[in-house]
Nanobody
Framework: QVQLVESGGGLVQAGGSLRLSCAASGSIFSNNVMGWYRQAPGKQRELVAVITSGGSTNYVDSVKGRFTISRGNAKNTVYLQMNSLKPEDTAVYYC???????????WGQGTQVTVSS
């Protein structure tokens, strides 16, 4: 059974930083894409950043230059370094793993990020 455990959310003032971590356990094909999504109240879940098993990254325009996604040395771990946070970054952030060949998709439970103005 695949499990994703996130950590690192919290309350921070505008301009501050947070680092989110996600560790995926269980049987996951190594050819995968790991990513972070977020959902603010009353809004749809949106992609924030993704990283392939080869290290290629992609970001939503609103976080480019402020957020950095990276993979850890441990298998199937991913981080999101968030700098220069803005109140509009407030949301529940979800970790995601998608297997490229099977398209199986796994989600974490979410971690709250709140940015005060």
């Amino acid at each position: 059974q695949v499990q994703l455990v996130e950590s690192g959310g919290g309350l921070v003032q505008a301009g501050g930083s947070l680092r989110l971590s996600c560790a995926a356990s269980g049987s996951i094909f190594s050819n995968n894409v790991m990513g972070w999504y977020r959902q603010a109240p009353g809004k749809q879940r949106e992609l924030v950043a993704v990283i392939t098993s080869g290290g290629s990254t992609n970001y939503v325009d609103s976080v480019k230059g402020r957020f950095t996604i990276s993979r850890g040395n441990a298998k199937n771990t991913v981080y999101l370094q968030m700098n220069s946070l803005k109140p509009e970054d407030t949301a529940v952030y979800y970790c995601n793993v998608k297997e490229v060949l099977s398209s199986r998709n796994y989600w974490g439970q979410g971690t709250q990020v709140t940015v005060s103005s």
